[in-house]
């Protein structure tokens, strides 16, 4: 019996790391869509919720259509809001290519991008697919800068839909099951889908 308060003891800090193990922040633990499909990916898709970067990014109203080229490169041409200077929204028009640097996991892409027009920015950034049916969501994730402990210090996120004006309950959670992977629960936030002129926006519980 003496031996028993040690081993709870063991049994306990077992638990926690292993707690500790599967909340892990680290970029590279994250897990992508496995046995990607760029042509089943390509398409329009319309953003539903964004986790901003740093610095200057797409308000609302943002779409991307992806192509894929005779040579198997996706494209895509993406559109949206700009907010500059604090108070100046503009309608902007991106262009982007894709490269996998790993054939082994295509679904971990970089991506090259330009603004179509003198105040926007061109980069590039990785271009992680986290999850998608291609039917009806895609969860995208890109990483600009990692913290000495692997855990991302500047990061974006795009909760993407076939449909502008949201997604069912049921993916809706599967949804949010990936944001907290991806250490990005509760970072969230709602991108208008106005379409033409109307005041409707789409339909997305954060």
Same mark, same amino acid.
């Given at each position: 019996?003496?031996? @028993?308060? #040690?081993?709870?003891?063991?049994?306990?800090?077992?638990?926690?790391?292993?707690?500790?193990?599967? @909340?892990?922040? $680290?970029?590279?633990?994250?897990?992508?869509?496995?046995?990607?499909?760029?042509?089943? #990916?390509?398409?329009? !898709?319309?953003?539903?919720?964004?986790?901003?970067?740093?610095?200057?990014?797409?308000?609302?109203?943002?779409?991307?259509? #992806?192509?894929?080229?005779?040579?198997?490169?996706? %494209?895509?041409?993406?559109?949206?809001?700009?907010?500059?200077?604090?108070? !100046?929204?503009?309608?902007?028009?991106? +262009?982007?290519?894709?490269? %996998?640097?790993?054939?082994?996991?295509? +679904?971990?892409?970089?991506?090259?991008?330009?603004?179509?027009?003198? #105040?926007?920015?061109?980069?590039?950034?990785?271009? !992680?697919?986290?999850? @998608?049916?291609?039917?009806?969501?895609?969860? @995208?994730?890109?990483?600009?800068?990692?913290?000495?402990?692997?855990?991302?210090?500047?990061?974006?996120?795009?909760?993407?839909?076939?449909?502008?004006?949201?997604?069912?309950? $049921?993916?809706?959670?599967?949804?949010? &099951?990936? *944001?907290?992977?991806?250490?990005?629960?509760? &970072?969230? *936030?709602?991108?208008? &889908?106005?379409?033409?002129?109307?005041?409707?926006?789409?339909?997305?519980?954060?």
């Amino acid at each position: 019996m003496e031996h @028993t308060p #040690y081993t709870f003891l063991v049994i306990l800090l077992s638990i926690i790391d292993h707690g500790l193990a599967q @909340t892990s922040c $680290a970029v590279d633990s994250f897990t992508v869509k496995e046995d990607f499909d760029l042509k089943r #990916y390509a398409g329009k !898709w319309y953003a539903l919720a964004k986790k901003d970067p740093e610095g200057l990014f797409l308000q609302d109203n943002i779409s991307a259509e #992806y192509t894929i080229d005779e040579d198997g490169t996706m %494209v895509a041409s993406s559109k949206g809001r700009v907010k500059l200077f604090g108070f !100046w929204v503009i309608c902007a028009d991106m +262009a982007a290519q894709y490269s %996998v640097p790993d054939p082994s996991i295509p +679904a971990k892409m970089f991506m090259n991008y330009q603004g179509l027009a003198s #105040y926007l920015s061109s980069g590039g950034d990785n271009y !992680w697919v986290i999850d @998608t049916d291609y039917d009806n969501y895609a969860i @995208t994730y890109a990483c600009r800068t990692l913290k000495q402990d692997g855990s991302c210090d500047d990061g974006y996120s795009l909760i993407f839909s076939r449909n502008p004006q949201g997604l069912p309950l $049921a993916i809706q959670r599967l949804v949010r &099951q990936k *944001q907290e992977e991806i250490c990005m629960s509760g &970072q969230f *936030q709602p991108v208008l &889908q106005s379409g033409d002129g109307s005041n409707e926006s789409s339909i997305f519980d954060i």
